[in-house]
Nanobody
Framework: QVQLVESGGGLVQAEGSLRLSCAAS????????MAWYRQAPGKQRELVAT???????NYADSVKGRFTISRDNGKNMVYLQMDSLKSEDTAVYYC?????????WGRGTQVTVSS
């Protein structure tokens, strides 16, 4: 059983920064891709960033150069550093552990960026 718990969301002004954290339980963290998704009101959930087990990141075009995904395999943690935040980054952010044919989700953490 995999459990993912996000933290670090909140209210921030535009151009500010937030760091999201995701704590993963279970023994399969190390060898799998971790990801952050987000869902804004009235919109579909979208991929923000991924980080595979080899440490290779990928980012949505909308966050490239502003967000950084990282992981600490020793602590079963994944992070999303968000800088230069914009109002359009407002969403619920979800941590995900991605396996072939299966995705585990956290419950999400709200990020609100005020302009």
């Amino acid at each position: 059983q995999v459990q993912l718990v996000e933290s670090g969301g909140g209210l921030v002004q535009a151009e500010g920064s937030l760091r999201l954290s995701c704590a993963a339980s279970g023994s399969i963290f190390r060898g799998n891709t971790m990801a952050w998704y987000r869902q804004a009101p009235g919109k579909q959930r979208e991929l923000v960033a991924t980080l595979d087990s080899a440490g290779r990141p990928n980012y949505a075009d909308s966050v490239k150069g502003r967000f950084t995904i990282s992981r600490d395999n020793g602590k079963n943690m994944v992070y999303l550093q968000m800088d230069s935040l914009k109002s359009e980054d407002t969403a619920v952010y979800y941590c995900a552990l991605v396996r072939p044919g299966l995705v585990y989700w956290g419950r999400g953490t709200q990020v609100t960026v005020s302009s």
